[in-house]
């Protein structure tokens, strides 16, 4: 674990607001030159702190209008299955995220579909012919707000 100061963990928050903005425009804000704050996110890159950078798509624009969190309960719990089971789920295109999870179901996944209609397709024809799956739960995402995290 890397110690972080006041300055670190600002700018941390502004690259959780936006992660394309240069050392330069990160150091006015925080009252740095341009090659101190690169200096600093050089460092949190390589402590692993900043562990990449992410596009945030808008998927209703793209034409993906329903969101859906499932939890999905496998048969077995052999080494053999969970691994078919993560192979196959990770290869379905809709399925933005896989979760391993602990409780009332085995994995959470996040499921994008362009709407109720094409989502059962996906459900029907994709995750519950997956091997191993026993019993899948579905909870559709009225809306989302993001949050800041822990830094907030």
């Avoid at 969190?69 to 048969?75: D, E, M, S």
Wanted: glycine share 10%; charged share 30%; net charge positive.
């Amino acid at each position: 674990m890397i110690a972080l100061d006041d300055i670190d963990r600002r700018l941390l928050r502004l690259l959780v607001e936006d992660s394309g903005q240069g050392a330069g425009a990160l150091g006015r804000r925080v009252g740095l030159s341009q090659p101190a704050a690169w200096r600093r996110i050089k460092r949190l890159q390589d402590s692993g702190v900043l562990a990449g950078h992410r596009l945030d798509l808008d998927l209703a624009q793209l034409g993906f209008g329903v969101t859906v969190f499932l939890g999905v309960k496998i048969t077995t719990r052999g080494r053999l299955s969970v691994e078919d089971f993560e192979r196959a789920v990770s290869a379905i295109p809709e399925v933005q995220s896989v979760e391993h999870i602990l409780g009332l179901y085995d994995y959470r996944l996040r499921v994008t579909a362009r709407d109720i209609a094409d989502f059962e397709r996906v459900l029907r024809r994709r995750i519950m012919t997956l091997p191993g799956v026993a019993n899948v739960d579905a909870n559709v995402m009225l809306s989302e707000e993001r949050l800041p995290g822990p830094l907030g």
